[in-house]
């Protein structure tokens, strides 16, 4: 089963912050944040798993509860180059073959 | 730095004409996986590939789907008797043993028509 994310879409103004979360009705090993520009791969961000501590890069952070099976992507003082489209991806056990099953995608768009 | 290559990057098609996708993986991974993507939605899994057989594979990659790693370098996907459904764009991503991060190449978009 895919994981939900949320929002859809936001819009914001060069600086402002966003909050992207990704809920899993299936208990997660992991989860792994990707963007991807128009026309073009998926990039990977970063990776959270089960029992690990909440990463960060640059002013891209996450974070993984467990307990509701959601993992949140924040983003702080956003750049232009920081529009896109963000999916997460759940699954990936690196012991049984790592299939990454993809939410949707939430269009972010930031604005000058 | 290394990074997934993937050829042709477009490949036009007729229905009902076999095309092979092609991938170089990063050179010490040992995970390989197949991804497409149809316009505007989101990125669906279909084949995962190690040790030199299919480890999982989705809905999506029925009987005239096809992987293979003809040598020590290249991760082909093969689809026979194209659909114009087919139409998609796919994504090529490995990994290292023990390790979960998947890095995706830059993607074969095909076009049946």
């Known amino acids: 089963q895919q994981p939900v994310q949320s929002p859809q879409a936001v819009i914001l103004r060069e600086g402002e912050d966003a909050v992207i979360n990704c809920s899993s009705s299936?208990?997660?090993?992991?989860v792994h944040w990707y963007r991807q520009k128009h026309g073009e791969a998926p990039v990977f961000l970063m990776i959270l798993l089960k029992g690990g501590e909440q990463k960060g890069h640059d002013k891209i952070s996450a974070s993984f509860n467990e307990k509701k099976q959601q993992s949140s992507l924040y983003l702080t003082a956003s750049q232009l180059s920081y529009s896109g489209t963000y999916f997460c991806g759940t699954g990936g056990v690196y012991n049984q073959g790592g299939k990454l099953i993809f939410g949707q995608g939430t269009e972010l768009s930031v604005k000058p | 730095e290394p990074e997934v290559t993937q050829t042709p990057s477009h490949q036009v098609t007729q229905m009902g004409q076999e095309v092979i996708l092609r991938c170089v993986p990063i050179?010490?991974?040992?995970?390989f996986y197949w991804y497409r993507q149809i316009l505007g939605q989101k990125v669906e899994f279909l084949v995962s590939f190690y040790n030199n057989e299919i480890s999982e594979k989705s809905e999506i990659f029925d009987d005239r789907f096809s992987v293979e790693r003809p040598d020590g370098s290249n991760f082909t996907l093969k689809i026979r008797s194209t659909k114009l459904e087919d139409s998609a764009m796919y994504f090529c991503?490995?990994?290292?043993?023990?390790?979960?991060?998947?890095?995706f190449g830059p993607g074969t978009r095909l076009t049946v028509t």
């Open positions: 991503a490995s990994r290292q043993a023990f390790v979960v991060e998947q890095y």
């Open positions: 299936k208990a997660l090993y992991s």
């Open positions: 050179s010490n991974h040992l995970y």
